[in-house]
């Protein structure tokens, strides 16, 4: 597929040498198409969390090619590499790593100033990004005094501000209620319905259920892949 927003081939990562070594990933091919949500399910320790990284290119695979937007990420520069992530993906981390120091609304408006986007508009899009997740009056307050939900959302507000191509999702429903966790996947989806492309690392079968596709992986396998129902 070569209008693939990800494409990843063979791709393995190891941990350790010797007695110590890890296969985390042994050999994953996917391909992901503008609009579609994929979900990845799989038992812990099975992979999910480190294929994210190296289709964020926040990790590199041991072998195997990753092309991020028709682009070949492995082997590039640190710095090339950071601009490519900064412009083109969001990510929610299964711990949501807001930075601490920074309000609800400087979070989510942190990867449009870092693209160049002056502040005022960035917190503009920054407070639409809130309001649109319920979140308007945290606004001002920072992650340690918000609830654990309310700092995972302000995660997936910052993933999908500006134009993201590829959106990275690890657990982001694990402290939600199942509301608000359905809320959260419309968000998603709507993402997707218009042009982005996301995986979505999941263990709810209801969650699963928005999905486009269903990767399941173990011991670093992709052990099937079928259509949600
Ligand atoms: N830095 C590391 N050093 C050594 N082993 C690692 C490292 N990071 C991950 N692993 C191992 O790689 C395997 C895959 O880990 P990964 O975090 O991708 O699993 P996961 O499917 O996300 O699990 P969970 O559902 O618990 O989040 C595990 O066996 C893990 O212990
Ligand atoms: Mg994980």
Same mark, same amino acid.
């Given at each position: 597929?070569?209008?693939?927003?990800?494409?990843?081939?063979?791709?393995?990562? &190891?941990?350790?040498?010797?007695?110590?070594?890890?296969?985390?990933?042994?050999?994953?091919?996917?391909?992901?198409?503008?609009?579609?949500?994929?979900?990845?399910?799989?038992?812990?320790?099975?992979?999910?969390?480190?294929?994210?990284?190296?289709?964020?290119?926040?990790?590199?695979?041991?072998?195997?090619?990753?092309?991020?937007?028709?682009?070949?990420?492995?082997?590039?520069?640190?710095?090339?590499?950071?601009?490519?992530?900064?412009?083109?993906?969001?990510?929610?981390?299964?711990?949501?790593?807001?930075?601490?120091?920074?309000?609800? =609304?400087?979070?989510?408006?942190?990867?449009? &100033?870092?693209?160049?986007?002056?502040?005022?508009?960035?917190?503009?899009?920054?407070?639409?990004?809130?309001?649109?997740?319920?979140?308007?009056?945290?606004?001002?307050?920072?992650?340690?005094?918000?609830?654990?939900?309310?700092?995972?959302?302000?995660?997936?507000?910052?993933?999908?501000?500006?134009?993201?191509?590829?959106?990275?999702?690890?657990?982001?429903?694990?402290?939600?209620?199942?509301?608000?966790? &359905?809320?959260?996947?419309?968000?998603?989806?709507?993402?997707?319905?218009?042009?982005?492309?996301?995986?979505? =690392?999941?263990? &709810?079968?209801?969650?699963?259920?928005?999905?486009?596709?269903?990767?399941?992986?173990?011991?670093?396998?992709?052990?099937?892949?079928?259509?949600?129902?």
């Amino acid at each position: 597929m070569t209008d693939s927003i990800l494409d990843l081939r063979a791709v393995t990562r &190891e941990h350790g040498t010797g007695d110590a070594l890890v296969q985390a990933l042994r050999g994953v091919d996917l391909q992901l198409a503008p609009g579609e949500l994929v979900a990845v399910m799989g038992p812990s320790g099975s992979g999910k969390s480190t294929l994210l990284n190296i289709a964020g290119g926040l990790d590199a695979p041991t072998s195997g090619s990753v092309r991020l937007a028709g682009t070949e990420i492995v082997g590039m520069s640190a710095t090339a590499l950071a601009a490519l992530r900064r412009t083109s993906v969001g990510y929610v981390f299964q711990d949501y790593n807001l930075v601490p120091t920074l309000s609800a =609304v400087e979070n989510v408006a942190l990867p449009l &100033e870092l693209d160049g986007v002056g502040w005022r508009d960035a917190r503009r899009q920054g407070l639409e990004a809130l309001d649109r997740i319920g979140l308007l009056e945290v606004a001002d307050r920072f992650p340690d005094e918000m609830s654990g939900g309310q700092r995972q959302r302000v995660a997936i507000a910052r993933a999908l501000v500006g134009p993201r191509q590829l959106v990275l999702a690890d657990e982001p429903t694990g402290a939600l209620d199942t509301t608000t966790g &359905e809320f959260v996947l419309t968000q998603l989806r709507d993402a997707c319905d218009a042009g982005a492309a996301a995986l979505l =690392v999941t263990h &709810e079968a209801r969650y699963a259920a928005w999905a486009d596709r269903i990767v399941y992986l173990q011991d670093g396998l992709e052990l099937a892949t079928q259509g949600a129902v």
